[in-house]
């Protein structure tokens, strides 16, 4: 069983920054792959950003130039930074992790952008 435990979220003003943290409870070189979904109200859950286990990564077009997902190896964690953000933005964020054909998932956690 792999725990993801994530944090950062919160409300910030359009045109604000965020950077959201996943933390894994096993090796991420374990893992073939680590992402952000998201989910609005009343939409669907979809894909944010993805990061494969050779370092690849692959991006909502919506956030394409604004978002960046990476990783720390040491920590077993990999990271959403999220600049310029919009009213759009607003959903909670799903740390999502695959091994094999086996998927998990965190908890997730809220990030509201308001003025």
């Known amino acids: 069983q792999v725990q993801l435990v994530e944090s950062g979220g919160g409300l910030v003003q359009p045109g604000g920054s965020l950077r959201l943290s996943c933390a894994a409870s096993?090796?991420?070189?374990?893992?073939?792959?680590m992402g952000w979904y998201r989910q609005a109200p009343g939409k669907q859950r979809e894909l944010v950003a993805i990061?494969?286990?050779?370092?690849?990564?692959n991006y909502a077009d919506s956030v394409k130039g604004r978002f960046t997902i990476s990783r720390d190896n040491a920590k077993n964690t990999v990271y959403l930074q999220m600049n310029s953000l919009k009213p759009e933005d607003t959903a909670v964020y799903h740390c999502?992790?695959?091994?094999?054909?086996?998927?998990?998932w965190g908890q997730g956690t809220q990030v509201t952008v308001s003025s």
């Open positions: 999502h992790a695959r091994i094999g054909l086996t998927t998990y």
């Open positions: 096993i090796s991420i070189f374990s893992i073939n792959a």
């Open positions: 990061i494969i286990s050779g370092g690849t990564t």
